[in-house]
């Protein structure tokens, strides 16, 4: 599970989940109520880059790392 939290009330956002190829792995249109929302992923153990944008083209790039 991702928790995402924002700055704006309600957000329009899309999710890119790449692994450290390039591969895209999750691609997921989400919307925040209340400052946040949450994602679940189904990930093998990895690392991974995760890019979060907005509805202004303003994107978040942080690394994602899995282990179970």
Do not use: M, P
Not at 28 to 42: Q, R, V
């Amino acid at each position: 599970l991702l928790n995402i939290i924002t700055k704006n009330e309600v957000e329009e956002l899309q999710i890119n989940i790449r692994d450290l190829s390039g591969r895209v792995v999750l691609e997921k249109k989400l919307t925040t109520l209340g400052n946040k929302s949450d994602l679940l992923i189904n990930l093998v153990n990895g690392a991974y880059i995760i890019t979060i944008s907005n509805a202004n083209n303003e994107n978040v790039n942080k690394a994602l790392l899995i282990s179970k």
